[in-house]
């Protein structure tokens, strides 16, 4: 699980009031959880998300991981710009004790980037590293998976395929998905939380979580 106990994040500019992302926040998420985060864009739903997967700390409280977390998809965490696609894939399979050709056949076959696997992945457009990012951690295996606006990349195509990985294969992991958009919720998560003016609202009900976040 992961456990968040009085969370709060505050980002404090020169010569400007506190903003506070997060104000003592306290929830649990389980294994095999989907839990959906709404919010309007610079509500900080990236920033509560990085906290979930370790890459930032919040200003008070504590965040406790005793299941395995992904990085967060859709954020160029844990890559190098100067690597190709297919030497930070060996990179990732490395650090996690994968079979390296192994991860970079599967990472390949599903971001379909063709030559650009080869290249540096400073040259990629931001769908094409979306799909790498995509690629890496759902070839890895975790108990929790943070996804952040990452969906919608790529053709119909591509975004079916990566729905029915999302609906199929990870159906027994727990899912944290970010995002503004009420139907990629109700698509994937069975409850919603809402984040809005730094707090965390959360809602069993997924219509009445979509409904409530509509109005803000």
């Not at 890895?140 to 195509?157: H, K, N, P």
Request: aromatic share 8%; net charge neutral.
């Amino acid at each position: 699980m992961i456990l968040l106990d009085g969370v709060s994040k505050c980002y404090q500019l020169r010569g400007q009031p506190p903003r506070w992302v997060l104000r003592d926040t306290t929830c649990v998420i389980r294994p095999g959880d989907r839990l959906g985060i709404l919010g309007r864009n610079g509500s900080g739903k990236s920033t509560l998300v990085r906290m979930l997967g370790g890459v930032e700390y919040p200003t008070t409280g504590r965040i406790e991981r005793r299941m395995s977390v992904s990085w967060p998809l859709a954020h160029g965490i844990g890559v190098h710009s100067q690597l190709t696609g297919a030497d930070n894939a060996r990179f990732i399979a490395r650090l996690y004790g994968h079979p390296t050709e192994e991860i970079v056949r599967a990472v390949d076959d599903f971001a379909e980037l063709g030559p650009y696997m080869q290249m540096p992945i400073a040259t990629y457009s931001a769908g094409m590293m979306s799909r790498l990012l995509l690629g890496l951690s759902l070839s890895l295996d975790f108990d929790c998976y943070l996804i952040d606006e990452a969906t919608s990349v790529g053709d119909s195509r591509f975004i079916e395929r990566t729905e029915h990985i999302l609906r199929t294969r990870l159906e027994s992991r727990a899912i944290v998905m970010v995002s503004h958009l009420g139907h990629h919720i109700r698509t994937f998560c069975r409850t919603a939380a809402i984040l809005h003016d730094g707090a965390l609202i959360f809602f069993e009900d997924l219509d009445e979580a979509i409904a409530t976040y509509e109005t803000l």
